[in-house]
């Protein structure tokens, strides 16, 4: 039988149908647009995560106050500022470090003419922009001599900027810290979210000495609240953290046995399984909306079922006036293709339209990306031919005489 007669009989048998044809296209419909959806959820949020790891900077380190122990009294990570500058200053001559950053900060309110903002405030060295990989929009970095003098300078994150200048430039212009005057001297780029959620923009960046003397008011002048390390390679990350620890316990006296009372975290290890959980959830998202497409699939096979039983006759005069169970054969797995095909692209279309919608409402990061769609169209189209074929052979497989008695 002539193939363009084939795909002519397969469509008019769907167009004799249209109420079924539609209600059994809506379960792959609805199948396909929930694996787009899904993937695009999930191919967003390990985006975002990966932002947030590079935003961070690279072969990184962080070291935080320990564990501390004074008689029966006990303190969690960080109960205690047991780090200091000088601690800082040795690091950074380890052969496997590459820049160390002291950081000492904390929530303050900012002020400029009328407008306030409460945000954080962090004392800093001018090698935290390096470490951070972090460059300005707009002015200048303060320099070691800001450092040694302690001046008032102050570098502000975006969304502090537009909270207390909103469109005007703030370069040269005056802030108040806690009452202390400081002069504005850069803008940074913008960084996004981090690994914790908060707003990386949302932030306000002095020297460090310049905090200790005049803003946070430590009790011991040389103390840090932490410390970020940038290893020189990724490939001397085991060797700085060794190197890293191997000091700190030497500088801090601590005998052996005892426990650090600092603690070294690795951001690469850490940044190693948000990713990894980012990428089982992408899966175990589009593994569940693929569900929704086997389900399609056990509908169109029902469906089709139904329909050879109620074209049996026909089944039976068309193979009485030539057609061979090839045709026959064809013409019912063509109807299911059709039927998953036509599906595949409603449902492609609804799942962008649904990804933008939920990236809309949400503010969520979604991507959709051509494997995303080719791999919802060649699942649709191959359950089409799988959960089709069976009722397509057991139409072909019906003997013309026994078709043409059936009532």
């Not at 001599?145 to 703030?170: C, K, M, Y």
């Not at 959980?277 to 593994?287: K, Q, Y």
């Not at 191959?382 to 019906?398: E, H, S, T, W």
Request: glycine share 10%; aromatic share 6%; with cysteine.
């Amino acid at each position: 039988m002539n193939p363009l007669a084939i795909i002519g009989e397969a469509l008019r048998a769907l167009r004799l149908n249209r109420l079924r044809t539609g209600l059994t296209m809506l379960g792959m419909i609805i199948g396909v647009a929930a694996v787009v959806l899904m993937l695009a959820v999930g191919q967003g949020a390990q985006t975002a995560v990966n932002q947030a790891i590079s935003s961070m900077g690279s072969n990184l380190f962080i070291v935080i106050p320990g564990a501390t122990s004074s008689g029966v009294l006990r303190s969690g990570a960080g109960g205690v500022q047991t780090l200091t500058m000088a601690d800082a200053q040795a690091i950074t001559h380890l052969p496997s470090v590459k820049a160390t950053a002291p950081l000492l900060g904390s929530t303050a309110q900012i002020n400029h003419g009328a407008n306030n903002w409460s945000t954080s405030v962090t004392g800093v060295t001018p090698d935290f922009f390096r470490i951070r990989d972090w460059p300005l929009e707009r002015g200048a970095f303060f320099t070691e001599t800001d450092l040694r003098a302690a001046a008032r300078a102050a570098i502000l994150g975006q969304v502090s900027a537009e909270n207390l200048f909103g469109t005007d430039d703030p370069i040269g212009r005056t802030i108040r810290i806690q009452n202390s005057p400081f002069t504005v001297v850069g803008i940074l780029a913008p960084k996004g979210r981090g690994l914790d959620g908060n707003d990386q923009d949302d932030a306000v960046f002095i020297p460090i000495t310049t905090g200790q003397r005049q803003i946070f008011g430590t009790q011991f002048p040389d103390t840090i609240r932490f410390m970020m390390i940038q290893a020189v390679s990724a490939e001397a990350m085991d060797e700085a953290e060794r190197e890293i620890n191997q000091l700190l316990r030497q500088r801090h006296r601590i005998t052996e046995g005892a426990e650090n009372d600092f603690t070294v975290r690795n951001m690469a290890a850490i940044a190693a399984v948000a990713t990894g959980a980012a990428r089982i959830m992408s899966i175990t998202l589009g593994s569940i909306a693929s569900i929704s497409l086997l389900v399609g699939g056990i509908g169109i096979m029902n469906i089709m079922l139904v329909s050879v039983t109620e074209r049996t006759r026909e089944i039976g005069i068309r193979m009485a006036i030539g057609a061979n169970r090839r045709a026959i054969l064809a013409q019912f797995l063509l109807e299911a293709m059709v039927i998953c095909i036509l599906g595949g692209l409603i449902g492609i279309a609804l799942g962008i339209g649904g990804a933008w919608a939920v990236s809309m409402a949400l503010d969520m990061v979604v991507v959709i990306t051509l494997g995303t769609v080719l791999l919802a169209f060649t699942f649709a189209s191959a359950v089409g031919i799988f959960f089709g074929f069976y009722p397509a052979k057991k139409a072909a497989a019906l003997r013309p005489v026994e078709a043409l008695r059936y009532e």
